[in-house]
């Protein structure tokens, strides 16, 4: 079976702060792809990054940060100096490799980030 | 160009009608979804379409019938709806979920549905 589970369920803090948004995940395949979008307040989701299960590398894009740990099925994303446009929900999702259900997200509950002028 | 299209933006319907959402993706992607969204919650899946044929049902109540005319267009045609139906509908494509690596969903802006 496939989780992801998003601890925080809101967070706030204030303009150029640095946040982390935890994503924690269960699976039992060994090939699988882990993914970050965010949700603005007009309800599209925004895709973030992709991860591939062999791919431990951690990834910086401008001032979003990602740091993939196998070893303790962790996905984890930190945006450097917050801005308010970074207000939004942002949601951790797993997908399998292959299989019957190939096609799916398995999504966390999502995070509310509130970033303050 | 990576943009999913949805109309309309905003739908009110009552109980007895019949109304369609649509859906359109220029990428040349394969694969494409159905979503519905509650308030505070995740995304949840409705129905995948491959190749133009549907693969996935997540058991959706027949008052819903997606449609896949062309790998471009997807509908959602919605017939004698519930309240509780009321929610935000999302589309979405991706590559190719038969190639191996799996590709990233692309979403549209969505639908919010209110059914009186």
């Known amino acids: 079976a496939q989780k992801v589970t998003q601890a925080q369920t809101e967070i706030s803090v204030v303009e150029k702060e640095d946040v982390t948004l935890d994503c924690v995940y269960e699976?039992?395949?060994?090939?699988?792809?882990l993914f970050w979008y965010k949700q603005p307040p007009s309800g599209e989701l925004v895709f973030l990054i992709r991860?591939?299960?062999?791919?431990?590398q951690n990834e910086i894009s401008g001032r979003y940060s990602w740091n993939f740990q196998k070893s303790t099925s962790s996905f984890n994303f930190t945006i450097t100096a917050s801005q308010v446009v970074d207000s939004a929900v942002y949601f951790c999702?797993?997908?399998?490799?292959?299989?019957?259900?190939?096609?799916?997200?398995?999504f966390g509950r999502g995070t509310q980030l509130t970033v303050w002028p | 160009d990576t943009e999913v299209t949805q109309t309309p933006k905003h739908l009110v319907m009552g109980m007895t009608n019949k109304k369609s959402l649509k859906c359109e993706q220029h990428?040349?992607?394969?694969?494409m979804y159905w979503y519905k969204q509650k308030a505070k919650k995740p995304p949840e899946l409705m129905f995948v379409?491959?190749?133009?044929?549907?693969?996935i049902n997540e058991s959706v109540p027949s008052r819903f019938s997606p449609e896949c005319p062309n790998s471009s267009l997807l509908n959602l045609h919605l017939h004698a709806l519930q309240p509780e139906d009321s929610a935000l509908y999302l589309c979405?494509?991706?590559?190719?979920?038969?190639?191996?690596?799996?590709?990233?969903?692309?979403f549209g802006p969505g639908t919010r549905l209110t059914v009186l």
């Open positions: 990428m040349g992607h394969r694969a």
């Open positions: 999702a797993l997908s399998k490799h292959r299989g019957s259900t190939l096609g799916r997200l398995y």
């Open positions: 379409y491959s190749y133009e044929k549907l693969s």
């Open positions: 979405a494509s991706s590559q190719d979920p038969l190639a191996g690596d799996y590709n990233e969903q692309f």
């Open positions: 991860r591939n299960s062999f791919d431990e």
């Open positions: 699976t039992r395949d060994t090939t699988y792809y």
